[in-house]
């Protein structure tokens, strides 16, 4: 049964920095490429940032050059550092997995064995 758990999540000053951590066990983590996800009250979960199983990673816009996703095969994690924080990066960010990965498969229908999330607050 395959099962990701988030977890470093927490309240943080805007300019601030966190690295969120998803360890996933009952797969086999090379196979899989991962991915990041938000969702804020009232919105719909939308995508942030996602890595195959080698190196290819794309990125939400707004991300860019804040954010960055990488993975330790050794140890089935996935991580995403986020730098320069702003409130409205303020959600519960869940991490995904799919068999393998494209620009053009992003959303959060192409995700699957969602974890149960970590809350991420962005104090002004």
């Known amino acids: 049964q395959v099962q990701l758990v988030e977890s470093g999540g927490g309240l943080v000053q805007a300019g601030g920095s966190l690295r969120l951590s998803c360890a996933a066990s009952g797969l086999t983590f090379t196979n899989y490429a991962m991915g990041w996800f938000r969702q804020a009250p009232g919105k719909e979960r939308e995508f942030v940032a996602a890595?195959?199983?080698?190196?290819?990673?794309y990125y939400k816009d707004s991300v860019k050059g804040r954010f960055t996703i990488s993975r330790d095969n050794a140890k089935n994690t996935v991580y995403l550092q986020m730098n320069s924080l702003k409130p409205e990066d303020t959600a519960v960010y869940y991490c995904?997995?799919?068999?393998?990965?494209?620009?053009?498969?992003?959303?959060?229908?192409?995700?699957?064995?969602w974890g149960q999330g970590t809350q991420v607050t962005v104090s002004s």
């Open positions: 995904g997995l799919r068999s393998w990965l494209d620009r053009w498969h992003l959303t959060n229908a192409d995700f699957t064995s």
């Open positions: 890595i195959s199983s080698g190196i290819t990673t």
